[in-house]
């Protein structure tokens, strides 16, 4: 293996590993449930995707083929990790979590909170 990929793959995981740290920090650091889901999701979707990378380049080296599951594993943590973060968010805001104190905007969630489903509003 050359030097410069090895460079590549070095830089890749050293990325990855500080965005994935940043991410566990930012998890246990910050103050409410609104802003973890933030630090989580976003950090460990770009640490993991550059790790994943990283083993995608080695194992192209090391077998002389591209292997798509890191590829694919990829796509799938972009895709949920998100989705997932949203639905949380939602959920926590529909049970009444409280967020911090300084939070703009904070009268837009009880608005949110009295809106009907659109199923619900087309029935009446």
């Known amino acids: 293996m050359s030097f410069a990929t090895e460079v590549i793959i070095s830089v890749l ?3 990855g590993g500080v ?3 940043i991410g566990s920090i930012g ?5 409410d449930l609104y802003t973890r889901l933030h630090a ?3 950090a460990t979707t770009v640490g993991l995707g550059s790790i994943l990378v990283a083993s995608m380049i080695y194992m192209a ?3 002389d083929f591209l ?3 890191e590829l694919l594993i990829t796509l799938f943590l972009v895709i949920t990790a998100p989705v997932t973060a949203h639905i949380l968010a939602k959920a926590a805001m529909h049970n ?3 967020p911090m104190e300084r ?3 904070a009268d837009l969630i009880k608005k949110a909170r009295q809106q009907l489903p659109p199923d619900s509003q087309m029935e009446e």
């Not at 998890?27 to 103050?31: A, C, E, H, V, W």
């Open 40 to 42: 989580p999701t976003k």
């Open 96 to 98: 009444g979590v409280k």
């Open 103 to 105: 939070t703009k905007n």
């Open 13 to 15: 995981l050293i990325i």
């Open 27 to 31: 998890l246990s650091r910050l103050q």
């Open 19 to 21: 965005f994935v740290l």
């Open 67 to 69: 292997s798509i599951n």
């Open 61 to 63: 080296y090391v077998r």
